[in-house]
C-alpha cells in the first residue's frame, strides 16, 4: 500500500504544472479506491491490454478486486485504475448495483475512463476543460450556430453524458449511472459557467441505456434556470424543428443526427420521376393539372416526415401503438403546425410486432417510405431478436412502396453492424418479393457526434436508400 502511494506521488511531481492542483486535491486523488485489472491472456487481448491502448471501457470480467469495491457501500465511485503490475492506466468511473443484499456488477460496460492521469482531480475545472474542448470543435463546424449536440458521451471524453444546445437551452442525459450519480452536480456548474444557458433540462430519451444501468427513468425535469417554453432551430433550408422541452414524444438530439436523411429526402422528392408516383399521388396531380404529389409513408420518424410534407409531399405517419402514442402524435402534430403542414400528415396506429395486414389498401401505394424504428437491438443480449424485428419492419416497408419506390432505412441500434443490418435488409426486402439497389449508405450522426478513436466501429446512426424493384 505504501508502495502504491510513493508511485501516486512520484506521478503527481513529474506531471506539467497545468495538471498539478493543490496539496488537498491531491491527497484526495491519492485516496481513490484501486480498481486492478486481470492480466491478459494473450498479447494484444483480454485484461488490461485493451485499455492500455487507450480503449474507454473496462468489462466486468476484467476486475479482479471486485470484493474490495464492494466494501466502499457506493454503487458508485471514482476509482484509480492500475493493470496486474501495478502500473497505473488512469481514473474511471465504476458501478456497482445491489441485487439480493449482495452489490455485484451488473452490466458488460461498467467501468469508464475518465482519463489516463492519476494526479488528475475530477472536479469542476476538469469538466470545464472537457466542456471547453467539445465547443470549440462545434464551433470550428458550425461558426455562429447555438444548436448541435454539444457533447457526445466518449467521443467528447464525457463518457456516459450526452448533451445537446438549443439556442440558450441545454438538454442533458446521462446514459451511465455512475456518470449521473458521481458527475451531476459540477458538471450542471460548469455548463452554467461555460454557456450561461437560460435553462438547462434533465431529459431520459435513452431509455435503453439507462436500464440496463438499472438506473431510473423519469419524465424531463428543469434542473437549473427558469422553464423556457418551446424550442425552436431553423435550418438552412427554412424548415423549423419544434418542441416542448419538458415533454416526452421526441428524443433530444435525434434532430441533429438526422441532418443527411433530411438532406437525402429533399433530393429524392426534387427528382421524384414522372411514371413513378403512386396512383393514389397520379389522380390527385391530374386532377389539379399539376405533377403528381409524392406519397410518403414516415415509419415512426419523429421529424422526417414532416419535413417531406414541409416539402410538398402528402405524408403518412405510422406510430407505435402505446401508452406513449398519444403524446408521441402531439409532438408530431406540434411540429406540422409550426411548419404549416398540418393538412398534408395524417396518422395510423402500428402494434411493437409487424404485420403485413395492417397495411391494408396502403399496400404498394407509396413513392417514398422512411424506417426509423427505435434501437430494437439496444444490447448485445438482445441482438438475435432486434435482427428478427429489423427483417420483418424492412419487409413491411418495402412492401409499402410502389414499383421502383424509394425505402430509406435508419437504424439506431449500435451492436449492429453493417454486416449484420445489410443482411436484414437483404432478407426483408426478398421476403416482400422484390429486389433492391443501394443508393447509399453512411454511418455517422455527423460532425457535432464525435467518436472516440478506439470505438471506431460504434453505429450511431447508420442510414441506408435502396431503389427497389420486382424479382
Known amino acids: ?105 451488473v452490466r458488460i460496460k461498467q467501468g469508464r475512463m475518465l482519463t489516463d492521469n492519476v494526479a488528475v482531480h475530477i472536479d469542476r475545472s476538469f469538466l470545464q476543460g472537457r466542456l471547453q474542448r467539445a465547443l470549440e470543435h462545434r464551433r470550428r463546424c458550425f461558426g455562429d450556430a447555438t444548436s448541435y449536440r454539444l457533447v457526445n458521451a466518449e467521443g467528447d471524453l464525457l463518457p456516459g453524458v450526452l448533451c445537446d444546445r438549443y439556442g440558450d437551452t441545454l438538454c442533458l442525459q446521462f446514459t451511465a449511472l455512475a456518470a449521473e450519480e458521481l458527475l451531476r452536480e459540477e458538471l450542471l456548474a460548469a455548463l452554467e459557467d461555460l454557456l450561461s444557458p437560460k435553462a438547462i433540462i434533465l431529459r431520459y430519451d435513452v431509455r435503453e441505456d439507462r436500464q440496463l444501468e438499472q438506473a431510473h427513468v423519469r419524465p424531463p425535469e428543469l434542473a437549473r434556470g427558469a422553464s423556457p417554453g418551446l424550442l425552436e432551430v431553423e435550418t438552412a433550408s427554412g424548415f423549423v424543428f419544434t418542441a416542448d422541452p419538458l415533454e416526452e414524444g421526441w428524443t433530444s438530439g435525434a434532430f441533429f443526427a438526422e441532418r443527411s436523411l433530411r438532406k437525402l429526402l429533399a433530393e429524392a422528392l426534387r427528382s421524384s420521376p414522372e411514371g413513378q408516383s403512386s396512383a393514389v399521388g397520379e389522380r390527385k396531380g391530374k386532377a389539379k393539372g399539376q405533377p403528381p404529389v ?89 441482438l438475435e431478436e432486434g435482427e428478427r424485428l429489423y427483417t420483418a419492419w424492412i419487409a413491411l416497408a418495402a412492401a ?72
Not at 406513449?324 to 403546425?337: D, I, N, Q, S, T
Request: hydrophobic share 45%.
Open 400 to 471: 409499402a412502396c410502389v414499383p421502383k419506390g424509394l425505402l430509406l432505412v435508419a437504424c439506431r441500434s449500435r451492436t449492429m453492424s453493417v454486416v449484420r443490418l445489410m443482411r436484414c435488409i437483404n432478407m426483408g426486402v426478398w421476403s416482400a418479393g422484390l429486389r433492391a439497389r443501394v443508393v447509399h449508405r453512411s454511418a455517422h450522426a455527423g460532425l457535432d457526434s464525435p467518436i472516440h478513436f478506439a470505438l471506431q466501429d460504434t453505429n450511431q446512426f447508420q442510414l441506408v436508400a435502396l431503389r427497389l424493384a420486382a424479382l
Open 1 to 105: 500500500m505504501a508502495l502504491a502511494m510513493e508511485q501516486r506521488w512520484a506521478r503527481l511531481l513529474r506531471a506539467p504544472s497545468s495538471c498539478r492542483r493543490s496539496a488537498n486535491e491531491a491527497a484526495e486523488a491519492a485516496h481513490r479506491p484501486r480498481l486492478v485489472m486481470a492480466p491478459r491472456t494473450k498479447r494484444a487481448k483480454g485484461g488490461d491490454a485493451r485499455v492500455s491502448r487507450q480503449m474507454p471501457w473496462i468489462f466486468r470480467n476484467e476486475v479482479v478486486n471486485v470484493p474490495e469495491l464492494i466494501q466502499h457501500g457506493k454503487t458508485s465511485l471514482l476509482v484509480d485504475v492500475e493493470n496486474s503490475e501495478g502500473r497505473e492506466l488512469g481514473v474511471a468511473m465504476c458501478t456497482l448495483a445491489r441485487s439480493g443484499g449482495i452489490n455485484i456488477l
Open 294 to 382: 409524392p406519397q410518403v409513408l414516415s415509419l415512426f420518424g419523429e421529424s422526417s416526415g414532416i419535413f417531406a410534407a414541409w416539402k410538398g409531399a402528402k405524408v403518412t405517419c405510422a406510430l407505435h401503438k402505446g401508452e406513449g402514442e398519444k403524446v408521441a402524435r402531439a409532438a408530431r402534430e406540434l411540429l406540422a403546425r409550426r411548419n404549416g403542414c398540418e393538412e398534408h400528415v395524417t396518422y395510423f396506429s402500428l402494434g411493437t410486432e409487424p404485420r403485413l395486414d395492417e397495411l391494408g389498401t396502403c399496400r404498394g401505394t407509396f413513392d417514398v417510405v422512411l424506417l426509423e424504428p427505435p434501437a430494437l437491438a439496444p444490447s448485445y443480449g438482445k
